[in-house]
């Protein structure tokens, strides 16, 4: 068994693994990062320390988010570095078991085929298992 943070783009239930997660924190000020991809919406402060924040909705070819929408953090380690996923809500840790989880379903967007671990059957929902790997560094990498 295992434990997701479980949270929501755009009407869309994504779940991140509790042991990756640091934090979770209101959006907060953000500065630019001059000609970064466009989906990285620049660098904050989090208790001192400088975390990239990733526009989750940007990321994934989504519309952008209403402004005056009160999105929230989910800040991640992927190795010595952290980052600031900007999502729309935050929800509650599920436990979730192995025959719980599925591999992405055929007619899964391939943006979101990217960056998923599989998806998850929930009683009330199907939600997408995220890589943070892949959501993050395979990005990266596309443009190195």
């Keep these: 068994m295992s434990q997701l943070v479980n949270m929501k783009l755009a009407g869309t239930s994504l779940?991140?693994?509790?042991?990756?997660?640091?934090?979770?924190?209101?959006?907060?000020?953000?500065?630019?990062v001059p000609r970064a991809a466009d989906w990285i919406a620049g660098m904050m402060n989090l208790r001192g320390h400088i975390v990239t924040a990733i526009n989750m909705r940007a990321r994934m070819n989504l519309p952008p988010a209403d402004p005056d929408a009160r999105q929230m953090c989910v800040v991640v380690n992927l190795g010595p570095e952290a980052y600031s996923l900007i999502v729309d809500s935050v929800g509650e840790v599920i436990s979730v078991t192995e025959d719980q989880r599925e591999p992405e379903p055929a007619t899964l967007d391939s943006h979101w085929r990217s960056v998923s671990r599989g998806v998850v059957r929930l009683p009330t929902q199907l939600l997408i298992e995220i890589d943070i790997e892949h959501l993050i560094r395979g990005k990266f990498n596309e443009a190195a």
């Design 15 to 32: 779940g991140i693994d509790v042991k990756a997660v640091q934090d979770v924190v209101r959006l907060g000020s953000i500065t630019p």
